[in-house]
């Protein structure tokens, strides 16, 4: 399965931008970036996912390296309910399979 | 809420035994995933299944097994449980056609504590 390297946690303030940096070097062509966070005892969360282009829905937006060795997920307005853990990952047909492999994630804290 | 509906929700039972979860996926989806998260472990992929087949394995142990039935919804069978098997078990579903493009939607999940 395609790495992934993310910070182990970050600190941001409510109401301000944030910045969740995502290396992927090994990337394939036919890769795409996923990216899910998981609160406490829930189940992991869809945030948003892209192949080349940079994305937005109404939770964040994605912004992919030309090369697509990296990415960054961006929150436009964090808030206390952004606090999570983040993942990113690379997503590929592989076996007939195109399941989800988790990494370690990045814990991210929202101070008041 | 995700559409994913896993039941039940908690669970305690003796080691030795046996017990079975199950999932709904949500309406339409055809591939059905199960993962294991223990606090040591981290979210581990077990198994996949797309339209009733067997799709993909991953660190599922032989005393586990899981189908999915005409209907989409799969169940998780686990026995001769062992302490060790306490986690949260979290069921996923995702799109009529299976791409890597497609988004996964993940249950609540089922908390079983083995004593």
């Known amino acids: ?3 992934t390297t993310q910070p182990n946690s970050m600190e941001s303030n409510e109401e301000e931008p944030v910045h969740l940096p995502c290396n992927h070097s090994t990337i394939s062509g036919t890769d795409y970036i996923h990216w899910y966070r998981q609160l ?3 189940g992991p969360e869809y945030v948003i996912h892209g192949l080349t282009s940079n994305v937005n829905n109404r939770m964040a937006s994605l912004a992919i390296a030309e090369d697509r060795k990296s990415s960054t997920l961006i929150l436009h307005r964090a808030t206390l309910r952004d606090a999570a ?3 990113c990952i690379l ?4 076996g007939g399979s195109e399941k989800l492999v988790f990494g370690k994630g990045m814990k ?5 | 809420d995700s559409g994913v509906t896993q039941t039940p929700k908690h669970l305690i039972t003796a080691t030795g035994q046996r017990v079975t979860l199950r999932c709904s996926p949500r309406s339409g989806d055809l591939s059905v995933y199960w993962y294991q998260q223990s606090l040591d472990q981290g979210l581990q992929f077990l198994i996949q299944y797309y339209n ?3 799709r993909a394995k991953g660190n599922i142990l032989e005393r586990f097994s899981a189908q999915q039935f005409p209907d989409l919804h799969s169940e998780l069978n686990l026995s001769s449980l062992e302490l060790g098997d306490s986690a949260l078990y979290f069921c996923a579903s995702s799109g009529k056609t299976a791409h890597s493009g497609n988004t996964i939607y993940f249950g609540e999940g ?3 504590t083995v004593v």
């Open chain 1, 91 to 94: 997503r590929r047909t592989q």
């Open chain 1, 108 to 112: 991210l804290t929202v101070n008041p």
């Open chain 2, 110 to 112: 089922s908390w079983l």
């Open chain 1, 1 to 3: 399965d395609a790495k």
């Open chain 1, 40 to 42: 406490p005892s829930q």
């Open chain 2, 52 to 54: 009733g087949e067997e």
């Open chain 1, 85 to 87: 853990v983040y993942y």
